[in-house]
């Protein structure tokens, strides 16, 4: 238990430490408006309670003059500070605002340095949204967090202020008033233990509750669920989820009800004692009735302080928990290690050799690769066959450096592939991905991302025989991709949109082109196109083409064949119709045609 | 403007009024706490404070403070009490809405979703579910203190009016300026935003597919992070720079409000403390005004900020009852069910038209289609293959044209009927985070017929996948709502997908592209099974894969929303016309000869 504090406390000042850097970092005059906004809140209360006592006073001595002096005085000072403090929250707030947006920048840059394996995990998912949830204004974020912060020291000076008043006055009512914030604590920080399960559970719940409250709405979906009439499973599904969640919200409420009412009559039985406390000294003699209202208020100020000293410190260890996730995002580790690479890749790779090589996914116990060991060499023609989930697109992903083996090496010429800058090898390869995706930017921008030579894009327009239609348009090769971004855009089809990943990937004038099953929804007459494209392109580059159109080993110099996650042959076609497997799968398929 | 309001208001008192009589009740009885709560310590220290000058004894004293401390402390339980029942009931009563919503979703006509005036709608009508601080939550919680407050007002009015008339109107006029400054800032807001709309929208884009993982490799392989970088910080300055002149309008607006509300206070406090000294109030009654000021002034300021919150979220709300009330589907009350087997599915002149399309998808469609028939339809990509189905299912209504089943035109046939004759396996099928049969039966897993459920996964290819998993056929499917769920492949998911279209064992079988993603082993053993699993069905399949249009009886060939060619496979072979060509440019790539 001890030891858990302990690290609690290092944990939320790491977490504090790591945000107050990032606040620096920004702006380095941020502190300084901080430092004075917390001293301005925290003297304030202090200063109005002193003056007030003043203004009654000189209203019980019918002193006119001194009235309308403390007044003009507590008015201005009050315009003053609001002055003041209006300056530096502007300056403050430009500063969150910065950090705040900027932070799912971070996030999507730190994406693109992450491990493809990472990303494709299952927990990924999870620990993104935790990120995105601890930062975000639901959680208080670095806003929360810091204003968490700027109470508790305030409130902290409020407490001194407070305490020097009524100290002078009496000993016994100041413990008194601990005595009371402790109960209060003490309840309030029972509460804060029950609240931090369910808190835990608030990312979870909140997905699967989006899921259920969207699930209707899903366009994609609304087909299936017609012509299935799966609307009343749907709704019982719905409504199961919704029951349990109730039951537990309502459960949390009603106890969080218990608490509240618990924590409120302790406040107001400590104001009552004070009231009875000052009243009786008052009537007493023991002090006038100015006395009366400055002590008083004195005395409730100095139990508020206490108070929130506690809540903001609840809230500092909530809010930090919460910001640590985004904190353990950042630190996730990532694929360019930043070691000095010994060797410089060749100009033109000869070999690429997969030597004895396994993966295994890090939560799967089954390999999906398993001791495959083969060697490319630069410009052969290569199919990849096999039946679903037999470890192609693994294979794939491998080659491009997107995976790391598990066991065995990748070899470029003879050197393994981790000793070379991942960056520079990856210029050496081109890839068209069965889930390619195309984005709402120009054509140009699609094809020859930020690096434009309108000569050789419109060459690979021509090659993909997309140059016509592209000419066509009235901004050309400006034009934007979908209308996404701009009315003007234009929608391609899918034949189409395929040309242009294919595009993309020619225009990157790699060594190495892998198109991963580009025909599977085409019709026979744009699949005919691409295989001749294949032909006619590829010429002179290494190619790897996988597709469950066994037609396409024809294309090819060379035919692997995997099968679960191993080679279980490879060869020219002709040779590989001894293998039974592939035999029966070239069978499968030309039989319809003979 | 305000008839809006007013009717959205009418509407949220209708709803609560139908579903949770008892919320409206609580509602009532908490705006009288929330006055009782404001008022208190407002109207009671007077008296202590009082009794205290006139020096009165302690019991006359403590009984001031006693009653002071009971009100307050059970004015302030009761009020959270019943907020926190008003927040448990409304979110209820808000999910309630959304299950409504997404009722209405799935029922209205299909066509809707082509319309863009109503999907428009239907994207501003969810605004008023969209959470428990907007909408219809919102204003139920905004209404839980409104009353409230305007009693409050009243009685503090009432309070200072007492007074003076001055302090009132000194009051009045800052909220007059108050208002004024904050609605001219608003304003700004507004239009600055509005003119970020479309930064917003591009900088969404960019984030949202930089925080997908399908876009991942992509931006890895072609080295797209600098160009997409670029762009986002772009935008993001552009952000920036609005947000930064929307803060110093708001620091200069904040400056002059506080100055004023400085000289307000300047004002009626020297009117307080001077009538207090010449002892035309007591010193109890000097602090009770002072505090009514405060009071009335900032009771008012939220009654303005309510009532103007009120206005813009009814607009939601508004939307969200138009939204709801959209006509659920043409069936009108003379419409028949189809009750009989579909001998007969005849088009007659059938054409269609997207909405804001100028071209037809469809042209001139005739077609009479035979209880078990196979017909395999081939086209190229966009030739109006799919919307043919969706026709054919009803999904869609003719532009022109009839189509009949069993004689009697589909536009009398209620859809719900007509529905339950088909089996569908669609191109893209989607799977739901429920258990694997429930994804297959389509129905909760109590009414679903397990052994119906093997028999289908035998027939195609998943029997050894589904029990291999931890919970067999109970297993759940994606991560989503289980952790351990289980993600299919692009092939398994249409196996799952043909399962279901067998389960439900409708006398219509439609297969949308139904193997694409197999593989040439899968592919060839649903093939082989195809007279099998369709037997005494009508089919219709469409497929790139003219291997397996031979098992059809009959071929149509689509070109631009037509049909071009129409016959059986050697027929059309012979006719050697654009089947004949798509059949030959396929099977020219399985012959080596061509490849030399």
């Given at each position: 238990m001890d030891s858990h504090k302990q690290d609690w406390k290092s944990n939320a000042i790491n977490t504090l430490i790591y945000y107050a850097k990032l606040l620096y970092q920004t702006r380095k005059s941020f502190f300084a408006a901080y430092i004075i906004t917390i001293i301005f809140n925290g003297v304030l209360p202090v200063i109005n309670v002193i003056l007030e006592k003043e203004l009654v006073e000189s209203v019980i001595d019918k002193s006119i003059k001194t009235f309308s002096l403390y007044t003009v005085i507590i008015v201005a000072i009050n315009l003053f500070s609001m002055i003041i403090i209006n300056r530096l929250s502007n300056v403050m707030n430009s500063v969150y605002e910065l950090v705040q947006n900027d932070f799912q920048i971070k996030i999507s840059d730190k994406i693109t340095k992450l491990n493809l394996e990472t990303i494709e995990s299952g927990e990924f998912h999870d620990q993104l949204e935790k990120a995105k949830t601890g930062i975000s204004w639901y959680s208080g974020g670095i806003v929360g967090i810091t204003n968490n912060v700027s109470l508790f020291i305030s409130s902290i000076i409020t407490i001194c202020g407070t305490l020097t008043i009524i100290v002078k006055f009496s000993i016994s009512v100041v413990f008194f008033i601990i005595l009371t914030s402790i109960l209060n604590i003490v309840v309030t920080a029972l509460a804060q233990k029950r609240d931090a399960n369910f808190r835990k559970r608030l990312v979870t719940v909140n997905r699967k509750l989006g899921y259920f409250l969207n699930i209707f709405t899903d366009r994609k979906i609304t087909k299936e669920v017609r012509l299935y009439k799966a609307d009343e499973l749907i709704e019982e599904k719905v409504n199961n989820f919704l029951d349990t969640e109730w039951k537990e919200e309502r459960k949390r409420t009603t106890y969080g009800n218990k608490i509240r009412v618990l924590i409120d009559v302790i406040n107001y039985a400590n104001q009552t004692f004070l009231y009875l406390f000052f009243a009786w000294k008052t009537i007493r003699k023991a002090i006038t009735i100015s006395s009366f209202t400055i002590y008083l208020n004195a005395g409730i100020t100095f139990y508020n302080g206490i108070i929130n000293v506690t809540t903001q410190y609840i809230e500092i260890e909530k809010n930090s928990s919460f910001l640590k996730e985004y904190m353990t995002f950042m630190q996730l580790p990532e694929r360019n290690k930043q070691i000095k690479y010994t060797n410089i890749l060749p100009h033109k790779i000869k070999t690429i050799e997969f030597k004895n090589v396994s993966f295994r996914y890090s939560n799967s116990e089954k390999f999906a690769l398993e001791n495959v060991s083969v060697k490319i060499n630069v410009g052969e023609k290569i199919s990849l066959i096999g039946p679903n989930g037999a470890g192609k697109t693994t294979f794939i992903k491998l080659l491009c450096g997107l995976y790391e083996p598990t066991f065995g090496e990748i070899l470029i010429d003879g050197v393994?592939?981790?000793?070379?800058?991942e960056m520079e090898y990856l210029k050496k390869i081109s890839a068209v991905f069965q889930d390619y995706k195309d984005f709402a930017f120009t054509i140009a921008e699609n094809i020859a991302?930020?690096?434009?030579?309108i000569e050789k894009l419109y060459s690979v327009l021509d090659a993909v025989e997309l140059s016509a239609k592209i000419r066509a348009l009235s901004k050309m090769e400006n034009t934007n991709f979908s209308k996404e971004f701009d009315e003007s855009g234009v929608e391609f089809s899918g034949g189409e949109k395929q040309r242009i990943a294919i595009a993309r990937a020619l225009y990157k004038d790699a060594e190495f082109i892998i198109l991963d099953?580009?025909?599977?929804?085409?019709?026979p007459l744009a699949e005919q196109q691409i295989f001749q494209l294949f032909k006619k392109i590829i010429d002179n580059r290494t190619a790897i083409f996988i597709s469950h159109r066994m037609s396409s080993c024809l294309l090819c110099d060379r035919v692997i064949l995997f099968e679960n996650g191993k080679i279980a042959a490879s060869g020219k076609h002709s040779s590989m119709l001894n293998n039974e497997l592939y035999s029966k799968m070239w069978e499968a398929q030309s039989k319809y045609y003979v | 403007m305000l008839k809006k309001t007013a009717s959205s208001i009418y509407y949220i008192f209708k709803t609560i009024l139908k579903h949770d009589k008892l919320l409206l009740i609580i509602i009532l009885v908490n705006n009288l706490f929330v006055m009782l709560s404001i008022l208190s310590p407002i109207i009671f220290p007077q008296y202590i404070i009082d009794s205290l000058v006139n020096n009165e004894d302690f019991q006359t004293t403590s009984k001031y403070i006693f009653i002071f401390s009971i009100t307050a402390i059970s004015s302030s339980c009761i009020s959270y009490l019943l907020k926190s029942s008003i927040y448990l009931r409304s979110m209820t009563m808000r999910f309630r809405m959304i299950i409504e919503y997404g009722k209405k979703y799935i029922s209205m006509d299909y066509e809707n979703f082509e319309n863009p005036e109503i999907l428009d709608l239907a994207d501003r009508g969810s605004r008023a579910t969209q959470n428990n601080a907007s909408g219809f939550e919102g204003i139920v919680h905004k209404f839980a203190n409104f009353g409230g407050n305007i009693l409050t007002a009243v009685t503090l009015f009432s309070i200072l009016s007492f007074l003076s008339p001055i302090i009132i109107i000194a009051i009045v006029i800052l909220l007059i300026v108050n208002s004024f400054i904050e609605r001219k800032l608003n304003k700004y807001e507004k239009r600055t935003m509005d003119e970020l709309v479309n930064v917003e929208r591009k900088y969404n884009y960019i984030l949202k597919f930089l925080n997908d993982v399908g876009y991942y490799k992509d931006v890895i392989m072609f080295n797209m992070k600098d160009m997409i970088f670029k762009k986002i910080f772009f935008l993001r300055n552009i952000k920036l720079s609005s947000a930064k002149s929307i803060q110093n309008r708001h620091e200069i607006s904040n400056n002059i409000i506080s100055l004023l509300s400085s000289i307000q206070k300047l004002i009626v406090y020297l009117w307080i403390g001077n009538i207090a000294i010449k002892g035309q109030i007591t010193i109890g009654q000097y602090t009770m005004y002072v505090a009514s000021v405060a009071s009335f002034y900032n009771t008012i300021k939220s009654i303005i900020s309510d009532f103007l919150y009120i206005v813009l979220q009814g607009e939601s709300i508004e939307d969200y009852r138009k939204y709801v009330k959209l006509a659920t589907t043409s069936d009108d009350a003379n419409c028949v069910e189809l009750t009989d087997n579909v001998e007969t599915i005849k088009m007659e002149n059938v054409y269609f038209r997207y909405i804001g399309q100028n071209d037809y998808a469809l042209k001139d469609i005739n077609l009479l289609i035979k209880k078990k028939e196979k017909i395999a339809i081939v086209g190229l990509n966009g030739a109006g293959k799919t919307t043919f189905i969706k026709l054919l299912t009803k999904l869609y209504e003719p532009t022109n044209g009839t189509i009949y089943f069993n004689g009697i035109d589909s536009k009398k046939i209620n859809k719900g009927s007509l529905y339950d004759a088909f089996s569908v396996v669609f191109q893209e099928s989607n799977l739901f985070a429920f258990t694997v049969a429930e994804n297959i039966s389509m129905v909760p897993l109590k009414n679903t017929n397990v052994k119906e459920i093997s028999s289908v996964l035998e027939k195609v290819g998943l029997k050894d996948v589904i029990n291999n998993l931890p919970k067999k056929i109970e297993h759940p499917v994606l991560k989503i709502i289980d952790e351990n769920g289980i993600n299919f492949s692009g092939g398994e998911i249409q196996k799952l997908s043909l399962a279901r279209a067998l389960y439900k064992n409708g006398q219509i079988m439609i297969l949308d592209e139904p193997t694409a993603s197999y593989d040439a082993l899968s592919e060839e053993r649903i093939y082989r099974q195809f007279n099998d699993l369709t037997q005494d069905k009508t089919v219709i399949y469409i497929s790139h894969r003219l291997a397996s249009t031979r098992f059809c009886d009959r071929i149509l060939v689509f070109e631009d929303g037509r049909i071009v060619e129409e016959g059986s496979h050697d027929d059309l072979l012979l006719k050697n016309g654009r089947y004949a060509e798509l059949f030959h440019t396929q099977a020219q790539q399985y012959r080596e000869e061509d490849h030399k």
């Open positions: 393994p592939l981790s000793q070379y800058d991302v930020d690096n434009v030579d099953e580009p025909t599977a929804s085409l019709d | -």
